[in-house]
């Protein structure tokens, strides 16, 4: 089991689909953020949800082990940076691993790879393929929490950015296949044919 917390961000607007693609049932699980929970907790001693409002989540109701992260109430924006602050706020670590909701095919060996590759030089160890990088796969360190603080005061929240002006390390990985992310209704569809 890896020891440093996985967020699952499960906060966005999922405008591209249509509807929110945190409930959307999964395999055999009710709903995605149901399936990336039971899953990533056979990986990491400890995984959080990161989201505007726990609420939504009915799986989660009567279940004290299931962890929230709920976004800062003054940070109104839809954005993985301001779910980045309020984790780092929450959690108090020197580290996290971040991962989408919508993606539910990045796997272990995955994991592995970006947790060895990673140094504490680094603000941020995230998977690269060659259709680009993948932002919410990866290790952010707490030296990050400043530069998203500037980012959310600058309403600009380009993980693409942040990334291009800290010391990133990019972990290349030469199969797109488990990088699918379930943006829009005939990508979830091809995730189900998957599963």
Not at 135 to 162: A, R, V, W
Not at 172 to 184: A, Q, R, S, V
């Amino acid at each position: 089991m890896i020891d440093i917390p996985c967020v699952i961000f499960a906060g966005g607007k999922s405008s591209r689909m249509g509807e929110d693609k945190a409930l959307l049932p999964f395999g055999s699980f009710p709903t995605l953020t149901e399936y990336q929970y039971s899953r990533l907790s056979k990986i990491f001693t400890h995984v959080y949800i990161s989201c505007k409002e726990k609420n939504k989540f009915d799986f989660a109701k009567n279940d004290s082990t299931i962890h929230f992260i709920e976004d800062l109430p003054s940070l109104e924006t839809y954005a993985p940076t301001i779910g980045f602050l309020s984790a780092f706020n929450y959690l108090q670590t020197s580290s996290l691993f971040a991962i989408s909701v919508d993606s539910p095919f990045i796997n272990k060996t995955i994991i592995k790879a970006i947790m060895d590759a990673d140094t504490k030089n680094n603000d941020a160890t995230v998977a690269k393929t060659v259709n680009g990088v993948q932002p919410l796969c990866g290790i952010y360190h707490s030296s990050l929490e400043i530069p998203f603080q500037e980012m959310q005061k600058t309403d600009n929240h380009k993980l693409g950015f942040l990334l291009k002006n800290s010391k990133t390390l990019y972990v290349d990985f030469t199969d797109e296949d488990p990088f699918l992310n379930l943006n829009h209704p005939h990508e979830y569809k091809t995730a189900l044919k998957r599963i």
